[in-house]
């Protein structure tokens, strides 16, 4: 079993900037891609962001330019750096993983809450 332990999120004003941390926790498996989902009110989950233990990044439109993601693998941890917030970039954020230990399985985080005030 893997658990993700997410922190960073909280209150900004637009133009600011947060860091978000997703730790995995567990052994026995691979993790790849490892990255972040948002969802807003009353909208679809959507994909922010991920990287594979390579280093390739995958970005939504709306973030490139102003988000950075990050990981470190020995310590099987992501980071979502975002820089120039927005009003619409308010959602709950959440970390996922796709591991390998014989067979592929996702994983999510309980979800850390982004709020930007204009």
């Known amino acids: 079993q893997v658990q993700l332990v997410e922190s960073g999120g909280g209150l900004v004003q637009a133009g600011g900037s947060l860091r978000l941390s997703c730790a995995a926790s567990?052994?026995?498996?691979?993790?790849?891609?490892m990255g972040w989902y948002r969802q807003a009110p009353g909208k679809q989950r959507e994909l922010v962001a991920d990287i594979t233990t390579g280093g390739t990044t995958n970005y939504a439109d709306s973030v490139k330019g102003r988000f950075t993601i990050s990981r470190d693998n020995a310590k099987n941890t992501v980071y979502l750096q975002m820089n120039s917030l927005k009003p619409e970039d308010t959602a709950v954020y959440f970390c996922?993983?796709?591991?390998?230990?014989?067979?592929?399985?996702?994983?999510w985080g309980q979800g850390t809450q982004v709020t930007v005030s204009s």
């Open positions: 996922y993983a796709r591991t390998y230990s014989g067979v592929f399985r996702v994983f």
């Open positions: 567990g052994s026995g498996f691979s993790i790849n891609p």
